[in-house]
């Protein structure tokens, strides 16, 4: 019988080496970076490779309850506030500082699905890089239709031929929303295997990469429509 793989949000704790962590200022208590000594509940200075998921002290899984997220964000934008440690030790004021520009980053990184897998890439040692410029294959045909029509569009405007290529726009706009919601299906249908564990992580990382490439220009060609639309 095969052992079970232990689900990655399990692993967390032991995925940090007694080098990151960190020993609390007031009470002496070693513990794994986050805003808020687990012990005693002094304010602790944030080390610089704690990531986004320490920074706001939630588990380490993709898929994010964006509520709860909220939720938290405002808890810890509130206990960390600078006013609240005016009078105290060095230490928690400038920990309050520090803590609250990185709880920003964390939050604003992590609320989106596609800033979060891009951000998830980057720990993985890998970013989409030069190679996403490339067109998706099954993107191909539309791409090169919305661009004749686009072109179209530009010229007609001088006349009155325009009314037909604005309908069919709009309708190549809903094609592509479509295909973007698909495509953050499969993501989140990525970030729920990356959160059982069990799967190889390289496979994982190329289907991210294929996905948030997928999403890119996407992005970039519903942006040109509608700027094409819109002039
Ligand atoms: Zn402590």
């Known amino acids: 019988m095969g052992s079970i793989p232990t689900p990655a949000a399990e692993r967390e704790g032991a995925m940090w080496s007694a080098s990151e962590r960190i020993i609390c200022w007031q009470c002496g208590a070693e513990h794994a970076p986050g805003p808020f000594c687990p012990a ?32 938290r964000y405002y808890e810890l934008h509130r206990r960390l506030h600078p006013d609240l440690f005016q009078t105290g030790p060095q230490q928690a004021r400038q920990a ?11 939050y604003r990184t992590l609320r989106d699905p596609i800033d979060r897998g891009l951000y998830w890439l980057t720990l993985q ?6 190679g996403n410029k490339q067109v998706p294959p099954d993107l191909a045909a539309l791409v ?10 530009r010229a007609a405007r001088q006349g009155n031929g325009a009314v037909h290529l ?19 299906e499969q993501l989140e249908q990525n970030f729920a295997r990356w959160d059982a564990g069990g ?33």
């Open 40 to 71: 005693c509940d002094a304010i602790q200075p944030l080390p610089d490779q704690a990531d986004y998921f320490q920074v706001l002290g939630v588990r380490r899984r993709l898929l994010l309850d964006t509520t709860a997220l909220q939720k």
């Open 96 to 106: 309050s500082v520090r803590n609250t520009a990185a709880v920003n980053r964390a």
């Open 125 to 130: 040692g890998e970013s989409l890089g030069a």
């Open 144 to 153: 090169f239709e919305l661009q004749e029509h686009l072109e179209e569009l």
């Open 166 to 184: 604005v309908e069919e726009l709009t309708a190549a706009h809903a094609e592509l929303i479509e295909r973007q919601n698909a495509l953050l």
């Open 199 to 231: 799967a190889a992580p390289e496979l994982l990382t190329r289907e991210l990469k294929g996905i948030l490439s997928a999403l890119a220009y996407l992005g970039t060609l519903i942006r040109d429509v509608e700027k094409g639309l819109e002039t």
